[in-house]
Nanobody, 125 residues
Framework: EVQLQASGGGLVQPGGSLRLSCAAS????????LGWFRQVPGKEREAVSC????????YYADSVKGRFTISRDNAKNTAYLQMYALKPEDTAVYYC??????????????????WGQGTQVTVSS
């Protein structure tokens, strides 16, 4: 079965770091684009960062540019989101998602076919 498992979230102080992981199974991982999205109560889900199937094209939301780095290891069927200099406004549930048509890293959430369960990131002093 298709599965995406997000992990690595937790409680960190402002300025701290976290690395989120997304372990995938049940589909041809290296043909899919991957996206990290986040959502807080009462707000729309937003794209944080996306990466195409060969990791030669990426997208970053303006709010995270210079602080977050997306990567993937196709041999391990795993995607990552390295987060530095975390701010309270980064607090959200972070979801990983996979898009069948992987050449372009799409930032529109409706383009994605598979979704993980999400992992909570809380940034607070």
């Amino acid at each position: 079965e298709v599965q995406l498992q997000a992990s690595g979230g937790g409680l960190v102080q402002p300025g701290g770091s976290l690395r989120l992981s997304c372990a995938a199974s049940g589909f041809t991982f290296d043909e899919y684009a991957l996206g990290w999205f986040r959502q807080v109560p009462g707000k729309e889900r937003e794209a944080v960062s996306c990466i195409n199937h060969r990791a030669d094209t990426t997208y970053y939301a303006d709010s995270v540019k210079g602080r977050f780095t997306i990567s993937r290891d196709n041999a391990k069927n795993t995607a990552y989101l390295q987060m530095y200099a975390l701010k309270p406004e980064d607090t959200a549930v972070y979801y990983c998602a996979a898009d069948t048509y992987g050449v372009r890293p799409k930032e529109e959430d409706y383009e994605y076919d598979y979704w993980g369960q999400g992992t909570q990131v809380t940034v607070s002093s």
